[in-house]
Structures are given as C-alpha cells and as structure tokens.
C-alpha cells in the first residue's frame, strides 16, 4: 500500500531516469487494472507541512485523461500542468521551472494524447474567441506536419492529427529549452530529464516518443 508520502531526502536520492520508469510502470500497472491501493489519509497529514513531487507533467486538459490516474501516482507524487494542447507558455514555464529549480522534481514529461481536439481544431484552422489566440501555439506543429503526410490537411486525416499530436509534444519540449536557460542547464547537467510520451486513448498506453 502507498503510505508514504515522498520527502525531500527521498527525492534528493532519486534520478530522472528511475522517476520516468517510475510513472511508466504506473502506467502499466493502470493498463493492467492493477494499480496500488493508496492511504489518502496519510498521505493527506505527512504533506501538509511540505511536498517533494518526483516529477511535473504538462498535459492536456482532456477529460479522458486525468494524469494522476494513468500513471498510478497518488498526493504528493506529481505536479500537473494542464492546458488544452499541452503547450508551455509563460505561465506554464514558470510552473516548471518552480518544479524543478525549485521543488526538486527530476522530470519533466509533455504528454499528448491521441486524438487531441485541440490539435484537431488547429489542423482545421478554428478561429472562436480566445479558442484562436490559444491554437496558434500548436500551429508550429500544424505547419510541420503537413510537410510530412500525405493526404487531406485537416482533422478527418487521421494521419495528419496524430502525426501533429507527436510533433505538437516535440516542438514543445525544443521550445522549453529555448525558452528557459534554466530547465535547458538543469538538464545539461544532468539534474532533470524533459521527455516526451503520447497517451493512447484506445489502450491507456503512453508511448513515448
């Protein structure tokens, strides 16, 4: 049973690598309808005081994908970033540096989701309200991808919205070390990895990219 919340000479004593094979095995454990029975009341009291997350993960606001859940992560394991199309702006950056630099988390995971309705509207160019000011950040990925499918440029090519989900979640992970010396020495020197996964709505997988 989980019913020790993580402390900081816990997190000191982890490394990226052990916490991403962590959450994969998380996720597999959610696959396998075998995930851990938590003691939310002991986690409740022990953080109180503190909270020492191994990890943050900026992902989208998707309904099917509640991220604590997919993972098998219980209070206390993980910061949550959420935004429609999981792309970092400068609200998001300043989360993540607060993760890392100065909560101590060791990763930093952009998760995407297969069929994203916010990718797929920005591959049909929707424009509504403040809806359009918010896609534009996933258009970098728009562009590429059509230079790399075949077929018709928007939502009803499966092809070319998975195929922009993959490069939505690459182009912003290459956008958080441009946009942050902070994250992009903290990783040069080893103290975070920033990957990168896809999760699979017809199979809870994530798969990582």
């Known amino acids: 049973m989980k019913?020790?919340?993580?402390?900081?000479?816990?997190?000191?004593?982890?490394?990226p690598s052990s916490v991403l094979e962590d959450l994969l095995k998380g996720n597999k454990r959610f696959i396998d309808n075998n995930m851990q029975a938590v003691d939310n009341s002991?986690?409740?009291?022990q953080t109180v005081s503190g909270q020492y997350p191994k990890a943050v993960v900026l992902s989208c606001i998707d309904s099917r994908v509640p991220v604590e859940t997919v993972l098998d992560q219980a209070i206390g394991d993980i910061f949550v970033a959420r935004v429609a199309g999981n792309f970092e702006n400068t609200d998001i950056l300043g989360s993540l540096e607060y993760s890392c630099k100065v909560a101590g988390s060791k990763l930093i995971l952009v998760l995407g989701h297969e069929s994203?309705?916010?990718?797929?509207?920005?591959?049909?160019?929707?424009?509504?309200?403040?809806?359009?000011?918010?896609?534009?950040?996933?258009l970098p990925a728009v562009k590429k991808s059509a230079d790399e499918v075949d077929g018709e440029l928007n939502s009803t090519n499966k092809?070319?919205?998975a195929k922009t989900v993959e490069n939505n979640v690459k182009l912003t992970i290459e956008r958080i070390k441009e946009r942050s010396p902070i994250l992009k020495e903290m990783e040069a020197n080893g103290d975070i990895q920033i990957a990168g996964g896809v999760y699979l709505l017809s199979s809870g997988k994530v798969e990582m990219l």
């Open 42 to 45: 002991a986690l409740v009291s």
């Open 116 to 138: 994203c309705g916010a990718v797929k509207a920005a591959c049909d160019g929707v424009e509504l309200g403040n809806i359009t000011d918010m896609l534009s950040n996933i």
């Open 159 to 161: 092809a070319f919205v």
């Open 3 to 15: 019913n020790i919340a993580i402390t900081k000479r816990i997190q000191e004593d982890l490394s």
